[in-house]
C-alpha cells in the first residue's frame, strides 16, 4: 500500500499585503501550509502571493474589508472551494485613527472597532465551521502591548484589550473541537504603522526606531518577521495544548 501524503493545511491571514501579516503569510507557507492572503484590495496582496509562489509555496490573494459580513463569508468560501477547507486563522488586519481622547472623533472609534474587533469576530465565526468539522483549528489574534494602555490610543488600546478577551472566550468554547486560541501582543514592530506614527508625531522614522529602542531590554524594536516566528509555532500542531494565551512578543517582559 502507498502510503499518502495528507492536503496541506489550509491558513488564511488578514492584512496580509504587508508588515506583520505578509511576513506571517511567508512564514506559514514555508512551513508548508497553503495560504489565504486577504487584504482589502485583492491586488494589494499580489506581491505577497508571488514571494510565496517564488519560493514553492501555494497561496491565493484574496480581496476583502474583515469589518464586513458578506465580503468575509465570501472570502472564506473562496478560500474553501479554491486552497481547501481553512484550519488555520490569524487575524491581523488593522488600523490607526489615533487621537487623544477630547479630540477623537466617533469615526476614529467605530472605524477602530469595526476592523480590529469586528473583523476578529466575523472572520473566526465564518471560518470556525471548517475547524470544527476538521477536528483541528488554531486562531491567533493580533492584540497589542497598547492593550495595557497607550496615551492617543484609547479606541486601539480598547479594541486590543478586547480582542485578549474574545480569544480567551474563544479557546474556552473551541477547545472541545481541537481548535486553540491564542493572542500574540507586539510592541514595538517596524512596519508602515509604526512609521505612520512617527510621522504623526513629527519624528523621522530612523530616529523614531532608535528612541523606541532605548526602552526595550534587547536593545532594538522588533521586525515583522519576530511576530511570524511566534505564529508559527502557535499555529504547529504541536501546539494543541497552547490555547487561551496572551503571548507579549516585545522584546521584554510584559503581562
Ligand atoms: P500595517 O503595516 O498597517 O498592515 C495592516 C494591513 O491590514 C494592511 O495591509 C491593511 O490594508 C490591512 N487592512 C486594514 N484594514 C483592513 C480591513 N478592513 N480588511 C482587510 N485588511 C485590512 O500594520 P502592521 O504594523 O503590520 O500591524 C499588523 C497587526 O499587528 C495589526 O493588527 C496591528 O494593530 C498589530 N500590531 C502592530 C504593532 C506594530 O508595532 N507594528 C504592534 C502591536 C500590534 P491597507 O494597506 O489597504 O490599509
Not at 479554491?82 to 469615526?107: C, H, I, Q, W, Y
Not at 483549528?137 to 480598547?158: E, H, M, P, T
Not at 485578549?164 to 504603522?193: C, H, R, S, W, Y
Request: aromatic fraction near 6%; avoid cysteine; proline fraction near 3%.
Amino acid at each position: 500500500m502507498t502510503e499518502q501524503t495528507p492536503a496541506p493545511r489550509v491558513a488564511i491571514v488578514t492584512g496580509a499585503a504587508r508588515g506583520i501579516g505578509a511576513a506571517t503569510a511567508v512564514r506559514l507557507a514555508a512551513d508548508g501550509l497553503a495560504v489565504a492572503v486577504v487584504d482589502l484590495d485583492e491586488s494589494a496582496g499580489k506581491d505577497t502571493v508571488e514571494r510565496i509562489t517564488a519560493a514553492g509555496g501555494r497561496a491565493l490573494a484574496v480581496g476583502a474589508d474583515v469589518s464586513d459580513a458578506e465580503q468575509v463569508q465570501a472570502a472564506v468560501d473562496r478560500v474553501a472551494a479554491e486552497l481547501g477547507a481553512p484550519t488555520v486563522l490569524v487575524n491581523n488586519a488593522g488600523v490607526l485613527r489615533d487621537n487623544l481622547l477630547f479630540k477623537m472623533s466617533e469615526s476614529d472609534w467605530d472605524t477602530v472597532m469595526s476592523v480590529h474587533l469586528k473583523g476578529a469576530f466575523l472572520m473566526t465565526r465564518a471560518v470556525q465551521k471548517h475547524m470544527v468539522d476538521a477536528g483541528f483549528g488554531r486562531v491567533v489574534n493580533l492584540s497589542s502591548s497598547s492593550a495595557q494602555g497607550n496615551r492617543g490610543q484609547a479606541n486601539y488600546s480598547a479594541a486590543k484589550a478586547g480582542l485578549q478577551g474574545f480569544t480567551k472566550t474563544l479557546a474556552i468554547e473551541l477547545g472541545k473541537f481541537g481548535v486553540t486560541a491564542n493572542a500574540v501582543a507586539p510592541g514595538f514592530i517596524a512596519t508602515d504603522m509604526t512609521a505612520a506614527t512617527a510621522a504623526r508625531v513629527g519624528m523621522d522614522f530612523e530616529e523614531f526606531k532608535k528612541a523606541a529602542a532605548t526602552q526595550i531590554p534587547v536593545a532594538r524594536v522588533g521586525v515583522p518577521e519576530d511576530i511570524a516566528h511566534t505564529i508559527s509555532f502557535l499555529v504547529s500542531e504541536g501546539a494543541g495544548f497552547v490555547s487561551g494565551q496572551v503571548v507579549y512578543v516585545a522584546g521584554g517582559p510584559l503581562d
